[in-house]
């Protein structure tokens, strides 16, 4: 799915904006980073069993990420940042999405108080779907079994998810961090259920790509989780227009001096208009290599005509499959 296909659901960023009339509700509480098949599962059920039940399913995350509020510096990089987060949780099939700021406030709301005030009190909730390491509360004090009890309080039921598991992984967006790091995107994308991408801004060049003749787009610097230095089989999508690429993760050696960078490399190009505010969607396919320093840039420059030509073959063998799917 591109990134401009997606389902319309109203999105409330506070309790306030939630409608006096909402509820009977299903819920689902989570920071849902990277909205991987674990979240899909537990959204989706809720999902279901609020059509079941005529009532509508709502899920409720934050922005800031809790982690990046409480211990910024040993926050975990983002794999989803709020808008793409947003389009994701969209299409489980929720109906309405609560997005509650997290702050010093916040923070401090005990179980008891987020449970009455907030799922009882404002979303009406009459079932609650989460996974079995849930924690909530001030200091996440609180767990599934303090979760069960307020429901026999409030009038609630919860049903307990089981870990997903996808050729003998277990899914969890720490799980996801780890492989994506590693430049493992072909596990990474079994348990993201999609292809891992991040959206940004270009960056203006550093005159390299020009260089070489190869057209290239440089990223601005981006705050979330990047794939492992090396060279990565991509698609870039401008606007409603996606090339296919090959994209470069790293310091580019070769060049002293350069600095890290993420520069695409685009095969099928066409010239396309771009300023600072447009939109980029980079989709990491495949890992070809790692980064690697070359004696001279004819080197690099021949290792790229080789990392071009893997990349075509990829995408040919790509379209052959889709065509033979299409046919039965």
């Known amino acids: 799915m591109s990134p401009d296909q997606r389902a319309v659901v109203p999105v409330y960023r506070s309790l306030d904006e939630v409608p006096q009339e909402f509820g009977p509700s299903i819920a689902s509480i989570g920071n849902f980073d990277g909205v991987h098949r674990g979240h899909q599962e537990i959204l989706g059920s809720a999902a279901a069993e609020a059509r079941a039940r005529g009532m509508r399913s709502i899920a409720i995350t934050f922005d800031p990420h809790p982690a990046h509020f409480l211990y910024p510096k040993d926050a975990p990089k983002l794999l989803t940042f709020l808008p793409e987060r947003l389009r994701l949780l969209a299409n489980t099939g929720v109906d309405a999405i609560l997005v509650l700021p997290f702050d010093q406030a916040l923070s401090r709301v005990t179980a008891e108080d987020f449970v009455r005030n907030v799922l ?186 080789k990392d071009v030509g893997r990349a075509q073959r990829y995408f040919r063998i790509e379209a052959l499959r889709q065509g033979d799917s299409s046919l039965r």
């Open 120 to 305: 009882v009190g404002v979303l009406r909730v009459r079932g609650i779907h989460e996974g079995s390491n849930f924690r909530f509360g001030h200091g996440a004090r609180a767990g599934i079994n303090e979760l069960r009890a307020f429901g026999e309080e409030f009038g609630y039921e919860v049903e307990v998810h089981p870990a997903v598991q996808v050729h003998g992984m277990e899914v969890s967006s720490s799980a996801v961090r780890s492989l994506i790091a590693s430049g493992d995107m072909r596990r990474a994308r079994w348990m993201l259920g999609r292809v891992f991408g991040v959206q940004s801004n270009p960056a203006k060049g550093r005159g390299v790509g020009t260089k070489l003749l190869v057209p290239t787009v440089n990223l601005a610097p981006y705050d979330g989780l990047l794939p492992g230095f090396g060279v990565y089989v991509t698609r870039l999508t401008v606007d409603d227009r996606c090339f296919e690429a090959v994209t470069n993760v790293g310091n580019r050696p070769t060049f002293e001096g350069v600095g890290f960078g993420v520069e695409t490399h685009i095969l099928d190009f066409e010239p396309v208009d771009l300023n600072d505010e447009t939109l980029l969607h980079l989709e990491f396919v495949l890992r070809l290599r790692g980064e690697i320093q070359w004696p001279s840039t004819e080197a690099l420059k021949a290792q790229i005509f």
